[in-house]
């Protein structure tokens, strides 16, 4: 098996403020938060935004600029800048950094869907800011728009255009047919670095099953040409990373995804999930990807490349 690429999703924007004192929103809290990511074995580190003093997501490249040289700085991490954003966002928004700065990867959405964050408000009953009640009880009607024009545009703009390479988010069996659908038109090129996202309200649920069928039609559409990442959403994060590492797959965890270490207990960071992972997977006998064999062998365009 190859080497395995651990990302640490450091942010996103899914979460809010009051769900967790460690969620990182500052652009020096995010910076930290990411270093330490890379110190403990992450490759890539995959990032958002925030608003500094709401913890709102952000779609602006100055807020993307409180931590991305700062990275850049202090570790070799491949950098991945969502174009995902946040669900509430136009697309022309969530492409405002990923333009200007021009990472080497960015995440790349693979259809339209549900994105229901709703009970994840059930939990909370003091909230730090006016914002996040409604932002969460307001996704019960919450399209993510992500259209095969909105794709074909990404595509262009940010791999044409740009030279990044993209994290594939495929939520379900029919996005991995949707990105068949761009190899077909020749939009895309080989290694594709597909992840598979589970357990969000309007995606696959986090079942052993679906992960095994993910596999399958990802092998029967996409041959040799093809890595595999696995994400799932709070509590199956770990166990279904740790199928994925069985599989050959390569593993993403990080406070985007899922706020806690073990069950009941908040993650103090995200460097925390990174080392748990990355423990689990050398017990299996797989070794971790350093960033440098991540660009190899993902045929990234170089961090000097990137306008940050
Ligand atoms: N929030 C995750 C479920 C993106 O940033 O483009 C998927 C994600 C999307 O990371
Ligand atoms: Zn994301």
């Not at 966002?89 to 869907?113: D, Q």
């Not at 919450?142 to 939520?171: H, S, W």
Request: aromatic share 8%; glycine share 8%; with cysteine.
């Amino acid at each position: 098996m190859s080497k395995i690429i651990i990302t640490c999703a450091v942010t996103g924007s899914i979460h809010t403020p009051s769900m967790s004192d460690h969620l990182p929103v500052t652009g020096e809290e995010i910076a930290t938060h990411s270093i330490e990511a890379a110190e403990a074995g992450a490759a890539i580190i995959h990032l958002h935004a925030r608003d500094p003093k709401s913890g709102r997501p952000s779609s602006l490249a100055e807020d993307f600029m409180a931590f991305l040289p700062t990275i850049n700085a202090k570790s070799e991490a491949v950098i991945n800048i969502s174009t995902g954003g946040s669900a509430l966002m136009p697309l022309e928004e969530r492409l405002a950094a990923p333009f200007i700065v021009e990472p080497e990867m960015c995440s790349l959405n693979m259809g339209t869907m549900n994105f229901a964050l709703y009970p994840l408000a059930e939990r909370i009953t003091d909230w730090k800011h006016n914002w996040e009640k409604p932002f969460l009880d307001n996704s019960d009607d919450l399209v993510f728009k992500n259209t095969p024009r909105d794709i074909a545009y990404v595509l262009d703009q940010m791999g044409q255009q740009r030279g990044a390479r993209f994290e594939f988010e495929c939520y379900d069996v029919g996005h991995l047919y949707m990105l068949r659908h761009f190899v077909d038109r020749r939009l895309v090129q080989k290694p594709l670095f597909i992840q598979f996202v589970f357990g969000v309200l309007g995606g696959i649920g986090a079942d052993p099953e679906n992960l095994i069928h993910m596999k399958r039609i990802a092998d029967k559409l996409f041959g040799d040409d093809f890595e595999f990442s696995v994400l799932a959403a709070g509590r199956h994060q770990i166990p279904l990373a740790t199928m994925a590492a069985t599989m050959g797959g390569h593993v993403r965890v990080g406070l985007e995804d899922n706020l806690y270490i073990d069950r009941g207990q908040l993650a103090k960071s995200n460097a925390e999930q990174v080392a748990k992972i990355r423990k689990i997977v050398e017990e299996l006998g797989r070794t971790v990807a350093t960033p440098a064999e991540a660009r190899e062998m993902l045929s990234l365009k170089g961090a000097e490349n990137t306008k940050f």
